[in-house]
């Protein structure tokens, strides 16, 4: 069981999600084709990002925990972890539009944008020697930029990190290491600052923030383009 501990990972992020998605009153499988369209190519950006990463040596992978199958330098199951997180955070973001009507981060996305913003360019600053930490901050500096520029409302993008928080410290916890004996996913701590909550380096919050803001903004883009030529 042991060599599959990454792979069920994968599978427990995914499957209420997935078995959910066939809710007959707000059906997110038939949203499948607008989600995939938009998770192949942010997929392929993190897939990137990840095997220079792993190539450098910023962080890597314990063999113990993988089934063996590797595309180039990446476990077939770090590949999976970018159809499989997208996909539960999608749904999220799916569920929450039908289920909260009256959002509370209405009035204060804005404020929680430019505070974000603010800290991702003092963390880029300051950490500029620490690829990991450096390369997410302008990252999500560049992103975040884009997204108020756009005049995009980012409400139901926090309510739905805000609401995944919980499953992202005990799944990212699992793969750090937490309740394992060493972790599923290490990393270099000369390339990020240090901190860590539980086992988790502070930056993977960052890193998770822009890869669930990019699916649910491509996701809005190509479901809406769905929408207009229907």
Same mark, same amino acid.
């Given at each position: 069981m042991k060599p599959y501990y990454y792979l069920l990972i994968d599978l427990a992020c995914i499957s209420v999600p997935f078995i959910a998605s066939f809710y007959k009153k707000h059906s997110f499988y038939k949203k499948w084709g607008s989600f995939f369209k938009a998770t192949i190519p942010v997929a392929l950006f993190f897939i990137i990002w990840d095997y220079w990463f792993t190539a450098t040596g910023v962080w890597g992978f314990n063999k113990d925990y993988l089934s063996g199958l590797f595309i180039g330098e990446l476990p077939i199951e770090e590949i999976l972890f970018f159809i499989a997180i997208p996909y539960a955070c999608v749904f999220t973001y @799916?569920?929450?539009?039908?289920?909260?009507?009256?959002?509370?981060?209405?009035?204060?996305?804005?404020?929680?944008? +430019?505070?974000?913003?603010?800290? @991702?360019?003092?963390?880029?600053?300051? +950490?500029?020697?620490?690829?990991y930490t450096f390369t997410t901050a302008v990252l999500g500096t560049v992103f975040l930029s884009y997204l108020s520029y756009k005049k995009i409302n980012l409400s139901y993008h926090y309510l739905t990190y805000l609401l995944i928080i919980p499953f992202f410290l005990a799944s990212n916890g699992i793969l750090t290491g937490s309740f394992l004996e060493s972790p599923i996913v290490w990393y270099n701590n000369t390339e990020n600052i240090g901190f860590r909550i539980g086992t988790i380096p502070i930056e993977d919050s960052f890193y998770g923030l822009i890869l669930i803001f990019m699916n649910i903004e491509l996701f809005r883009y190509f479901n809406k383009k769905k929408q207009l030529s229907n």
């Open positions: @799916f569920a929450l539009l039908y289920l909260v009507k009256n959002n509370p981060l209405q009035k204060i996305e804005k404020y929680i944008t +430019f505070i974000l913003t603010v800290v @991702f360019i003092l963390v880029a600053i300051l +950490f500029y020697n620490k690829l």
